[in-house]
Structure formats: C-alpha cells, structure tokens
C-alpha cells in the first residue's frame, strides 16, 4: 500500500516536481497540496495524510508556526520538514517544537523517499550532514542549561529586554527600577552567561529559546 502524502509549499513547480518524483515508482501518493500555511492546516483537518511534506518559507504562517501548531492540536501526521535552510537555528528550533524529520531540497530523490518511509515507520530522520552540527549544540545547551539556572527571576527579564534591543532606560522605565539597577543587572547577566556586549547576550537569549526570531 503506497504512503499517503501532503506536500505544503508556496511554490507550484516545486510542488509539482516533487509530487512526480515522489509518485515514480507508486510507494507515495501525493493526496493533497497547499501552498502557504493556514491552507496547510485546514487541508489537515479534512485530510488524512501519513507524513507532511512542510516548506519552512511560507506566507501566512510559516512552516515552524504550522509545525507548532500541528502539536497543539494533536495532529495525527507525520512531519518532514524540507527547505532550503540548512542553518542550525532553524533545524534546533524544529527539534524543540517536535518534527520527526528534517531534510534539505538539495538532497537526492532517493534520500527523500528514505525520509519519508522513516518517518512513517515512527522513527526520526535528520539529514546525515546536520547531525554533527546538530549534537555539538545539543551538547553546548548543557553548559548553556546552568548558566541559564545561575539567572535570577529580575535578571531573565532584563535579559529578555537586552535581546529584543531595549536600551538600559527603557528596560529600567518597563520594569519600573532605576537605570543604575539595570546597569548592574546587565553587569552581572553578562559575568553569568560568559558574554562581553549586548549582541552576544541576544545572540545567547535567540540559541536557548529565551526569545524567539520566528
């Protein structure tokens, strides 16, 4: 019986040149198409496909928004995600949310056909050639991990504030303290996390989850 299949991506050739190679040999049926990301989910909730096929570039809502979205709800699929993006942000961030594949457009046909029987079958698949990079960050995460539990309560907030790029006195006027406090806040986060300037310190707060770029 072949593998049912959804593929969500806001490009119609690339659809199309991915529905025939997928359908080539008749182990994958391509049942549904979408071409941005509220589409993507309300296909999924008359559809019953086995594994999505999610593009992470999409208007309306993008493929890691569609993806969060899917766990919300409890969503009976798969996910493979295949982009364009082979930057490590975007792979750790569908890991934390929960995909069960990821795999570049750059690959092979026959390295996508393996994805998505592997998935289907339960298991996970990341593409070979991210996964050095992928445990390396997993494995700093663990230092990361107490740096983060070294912060206090007043000092994850500044933090949140430095990386969203608030200078000192409109984090002091938003959390109602004075500018020499957020000083010393920000003296001492910088010590805790191993940083020596703000850009760092956001670059820290964007790689462990403490604020978002999606």
Do not use: W
């Not at 019986?1 to 182990?27: C, N």
């Not at 509220?38 to 890691?64: Q, S």
């Amino acid at each position: 019986m072949s593998t049912k299949v959804m593929i969500a991506d806001d490009h119609s050739l690339v659809r199309e040149g991915i529905k025939q190679l997928l359908e080539f040999d008749g182990s994958i049926e391509v049942i549904s198409e979408a071409a941005n990301g509220v589409e993507c989910l309300e296909k999924l909730e008359k559809e019953l496909p086995e594994v999505l096929l999610l593009d992470i570039n999409m208007p309306e809502k993008n493929g890691l928004e569609v993806l969060e979205e899917i766990k919300r709800r409890s969503y009976d699929v798969r996910v493979l995600i295949l982009t364009v993006h082979n930057e490590l942000e975007y792979l750790i961030k569908a890991v934390d949310i929960g995909v069960d594949g990821y795999i570049l457009k750059e690959s092979e046909s026959a390295e996508l056909k393996r994805a998505i029987q592997t998935v289907v079958s339960g298991e996970n698949y990341i593409q070979a050639s991210l996964i050095p990079a992928l445990n390396n960050r997993l494995a700093n995460r663990d230092i990361d991990k107490d740096k983060i539990e070294s912060l206090t309560s007043r000092e994850m907030e500044v933090l949140v504030r430095v990386a969203n790029g608030m200078i000192n006195k409109e984090i002091a006027t938003s959390l109602n303290i004075s500018e020499r406090t957020v000083k010393n806040h920000v003296s001492n986060i910088f010590k805790k996390i191993d940083v020596s300037d703000r850009t760092q310190a956001a670059v820290f707060a964007i790689r462990n989850n403490i604020v978002t770029l999606f």
